[in-house]
């Protein structure tokens, strides 16, 4: 007497939609996408607009100029010690990750904890986990009166300073890997999760040792997964800005502090507009290639 | 046969202790910020005092005194209006994605994923010229809205997942007893969803909560508690900035603690 899909009345029907029913998933979607789309249309229009008039509305290179060839401006420094970051912090990040995913892939008492502390990180933002270092290294911090304690040092250490701008570049580069691992660990993690027993067993009964298990397993069903962090991490690493603006200020200048100081501090609306600009144009190419690798990926699940 | 034991106990103290020290790496700081924070002067400034053993709650009450307090109210009112925004446009949108089959939908979803890696330093800057066009300049109205285009993607990407999550099936079965497709959702699948999307909100809140770029763009007097940070605790002596990053860190902490089963899986599907 129960109800088959057969004799299933029509109106009830999921896998054949009426008419109104065909648009329903617009109207669910539109006001979602129309709002995306005009925050960042506008500003995205709006931002050339500013980068390339003057005050009364004209037609102008003079930011452009101002960015480049001023003394005050300090694009050159900027765009390098950005990349100089996300050069250094990125391939610890990825290591890091890598190996906490491993540890995290048995079952072992006290995992949960262990994942727990592992993904902590991710609630804190760049500020905080920039005070959070800088109560570490101050000169009366834990770590170096812990170095003293022990005997390791004689004085403290110093890492804040203009004249200290390497160790600043180096605790930048600290609080950053400790904060910001947690993103890279999460998708690593969630692919290791991904690949199945199985190959891991095949390959034990053929005799495979632990590195080769790495090698020929692990590593290439990895693959994916540690292309995604990568260019996420990436992503990010352009746009840092709490982190070095908490423990360097100016000392070290990124793209997005000088786009802020512009902003802010000198109301420069034209060239931080333009840093605003590069940094989009930058993080667009590399969402350009994430893209076309996720639908790759996309198409190939099937979903 | 020795040796082997050996070599198991030894693999197992290698293990133990790589995941110890890993552990300590991530949780010593978070313990010293909070033990600094509430450290008295005498022990922080005392070379020979590593660990404080005498607590104060000075630092906290000075760092209100600042201005603090307000900028924690903003940023609670500038959370929770992005939470009731990007949820009203978001949920449609990830039940939509969740139960209909839809020309373009792989298209539509795969630019709300690329629009979820646009900086939040190209909205922010241009935004301020139409805010003060507006009157939306400096209001925490209009940080909402700008941390609810940040939030959005991830809000209809999460809730999606949770709506694909409950069965289609339970739905059906409420259709076929009469129920509408609007009641169905409404009786069946909202409360099924419901502690997952309460995660989700939480997620957002957490977003809101640590956005710095926009809110210190945007704001001038009405800061939120990173932006007041950044612009004001910076000049002011170490336990300030100690006391301003426990108070940072706090909620976070423990709404990950109440949405811990969650995180993974929410983290996971936003990161992927």
Known sequence: ?303 | MVSDVVKYYLRRVVFYGLVTVSVLWILTPIVIAILYAFSTTHDYYSPKVVIPTHFTLKHIQELLALGAGPAIMNSIIVASLTILFSFVLGLPAGYAFARYAFRGKDSIKLLIIGLRMFPIIIIAVPLVTLYIRLGLNDTLLGVALAHTSMALPFVILITSSIFAGVPTELEEAGMIFGLSRWGAFLRITLPLALPGLAAAAIFTFIMSWNEVFMASVLTLTNRTLPAFILTSAMAAPDFIKFAASFIMVLPAMIFVFIARRYLIAMWGITLR
């Open chain 1, 1 to 303: 007497m129960g109800f088959t899909s057969k004799n299933k009345p029509e109106a009830f029907s999921l896998t054949q939609p009426s008419k109104i029913e065909k648009f329903i998933p617009y109207f669910l979607i539109a006001p979602a996408l129309s709002y995306l789309l005009f925050f960042i249309g506008y500003p995205l229009a709006q931002a050339v607009v500013l980068a390339f008039t003057d005050s009364s509305g004209h037609f102008t290179l003079a930011h452009i100029k101002y960015l480049l060839y001023s003394p005050e401006s300090m694009f050159y420094t900027a765009f390098k010690d950005t990349l100089a970051l996300a050069a250094v912090i990125i391939p610890i990040q990825v290591m890091l990750a890598l190996g906490f995913s491993l540890l995290l892939s048995t079952n072992f008492k006290g995992r949960e904890f262990a994942l727990y502390a592992f993904v902590l990180p991710l609630t804190i933002s760049d500020v905080a986990g920039g005070l959070i270092w800088y109560t570490m290294l101050s000169t009366n911090g834990f770590f170096n009166k812990m170095l003293m304690a022990a005997g390791i040092i004689a004085s403290p250490i110093q890492f804040f300073g203009y004249q200290y701008r390497y160790m600043e570049f180096l605790a930048i580069v600290i609080a950053e890997v400790w904060r910001a691992t947690a993103i890279v660990f999460v998708i690593i993690f969630a692919g290791l999760q991904m690949i199945s027993k199985d190959y891991i067993e095949a390959a034990e009964v053929f005799g495979a040792g632990t590195w080769e298990k790495l090698r020929h397993i692990i590593f290439p069903m990895l693959k994916p997964s540690l292309q995604a962090a990568l260019i996420i991490r990436t992503l990010f690493a352009f746009q840092v800005f709490g982190v070095v603006w908490v423990l360097a200020g100016r000392d070290i200048p990124v793209l997005a502090g000088e786009a802020y100081y512009e902003q802010t501090e000198l109301y420069h609306y034209g060239v931080a507009a333009l840093y605003a600009l590069i940094i989009a144009a930058l993080s667009v190419a590399v969402g350009y290639i994430y893209i076309k690798m996720f639908r790759a990926q996309y198409l190939e699940v099937g979903r």
